[in-house]
């Protein structure tokens, strides 16, 4: 007997019992759905992840107080008063692999505009802010170095700031208070969006200087933010700096350092690192509804065969072979999980790019994830339909014409 003929006589078989040919299914759609779904988001998270991360600015390195320990604790932070604006000089000065230097304090603040107001993260940079964060301007232009001499009471302002405090409209020359000080809005960022840290765009920028004098009343710097002349040389970099700084903070030989430096190549292996590991667990979890459909073919198979008893005691009276029964058998196990698999396949993607819409994530529905499902269905199929078909295959043909 043909394997195509084979395959009408399955399909014909679970064409009877369309109910609970359906039911039976429904574990492999739900398993592959699942498994399409949590992959399509995880992918699609990674790469959002990689790319705002990217988006901070290639080639930084952030600078902070405080140590990290041997056991990966951090010690000091917002306590430690280490870190100074004579120190970004110093690297600007005296780091040749380091391209863009700028001191940096930050704090949450009320800004108010007319009877307006809004609470963002006000930072305190210098000039090189934007070529260090590779972040340009919609309009207006940056403060300069005469106007951070100066202590100059001028601002650029992000998009949210803008979208909240004056309707979207530029506010470019107009003036925004901070603290009840008036600062002069002299240019607008452009929009870069969300990250895992929060809203990029909720931000107003003024001169350092400014800050700690007239907001802030600070001596010392919340972080040093530093961009390497080229990716290859952040290493180098790293080291260049962590020399220098040793050195000016007086730290003995086989002390801990007193600051903390991170790259954004560091902050995107971690990221990257979380999240695949959740997208793993997740697909794990998935998985499991793969199996649990995959024993509900088999339970169902071996009921099959036991009310079809009498039909294959005729059919190998009439000359099919133990094989043609296994053939038979194994093709309606099959057909049931393939069908499942490429029915939660649709549904899975679907699903994917729902939920992306409407959480506003990105979902990437790659090859290999649906390849994987679909093989991996099939495979459940072929494993677990293969016992009832082997059964209903060494059946005696008299007593499976004497079955009632």
Not at 53 to 76: A, K
Not at 160 to 185: A, C, H, M, S, W
Request: neutral net charge; proline residues 2%.
């Amino acid at each position: 007997m043909s394997y195509f003929a084979t395959l009408k006589v399955a399909l014909k078989a679970l064409n009877a019992n369309k109910m609970r040919t359906l039911l039976t299914m429904l574990g492999i759609i739900i398993g592959v759905a699942s498994v399409i779904t949590m992959l399509s988001i995880g992918q699609g998270v990674s790469k959002s992840v990689e790319s705002n991360i990217n988006s901070l600015g290639t080639n930084v390195l952030t600078i902070t107080p405080g140590s990290l320990s041997r056991g990966g604790v951090f010690q000091g932070g917002m306590e430690s008063q280490n870190l100074t604006v004579e120190d970004a000089k110093a690297i600007d000065r005296e780091c040749p692999l380091i391209a863009y230097t700028s001191p940096q304090v930050r704090r949450s603040m009320q800004v108010i505009y007319g009877n307006q107001n809004w609470n963002t993260t006000v930072y305190g940079t210098s000039d090189s802010y934007g070529d260090i964060r590779n972040w340009n301007l919609s309009s207006g232009e940056f403060f300069t170095q005469q106007e951070i001499q100066s202590t100059a009471k001028v601002c650029v302002v992000g998009s949210q700031v803008v979208e909240n405090l004056f309707d979207g409209q530029n506010p470019v020359n107009e003036i925004l208070r901070i603290q009840k000080v008036p600062f002069r809005i002299i240019g607008v960022l452009e929009s870069k969006g969300q990250t895992g840290m929060g809203n990029q765009d909720d931000c107003v920028i003024v001169p350092y200087t400014t800050a700690m004098t007239r907001l802030n009343r600070m001596k010392s710097l919340n972080s040093i933010i530093c961009s390497v002349v080229s990716e290859d040389q952040t290493d180098r970099a790293v080291q260049e700096v962590t020399d220098l700084l040793r050195q000016r903070h007086h730290t003995p030989d086989g002390a801990e350092s007193d600051f903390t430096i991170r790259s954004q190549a560091d902050l995107a292996a971690v990221m990257a690192q979380t999240t695949g590991v959740l997208t793993l667990f997740l697909s794990a979890i998935a998985l499991v509804s793969l199996l649990v459909g995959g024993i509900g073919i088999m339970n169902i198979m071996l009921v099959s065969v036991t009310e079809r008893i009498r039909e294959i005691g005729i059919r190998m009276a009439l000359g099919a072979r133990g094989n043609d029964i296994l053939m038979q058998f194994l093709s309606e196990s099959i057909v049931l999980s393939v069908m499942g698999g490429i029915i939660g396949i649709l549904l899975g993607a679907s699903l994917a790019w729902g939920i992306a819409h409407f959480a506003k994530w990105q979902a990437i529905v790659t090859p290999e994830s649906v390849i994987l499902s679909f093989l991996f269905s099939a495979g459940v199929g072929i494993f677990f339909g293969f016992y009832p078909a082997w059964r209903a295959s060494q059946l005696d043909p008299i007593d499976a014409l004497r079955h009632e």
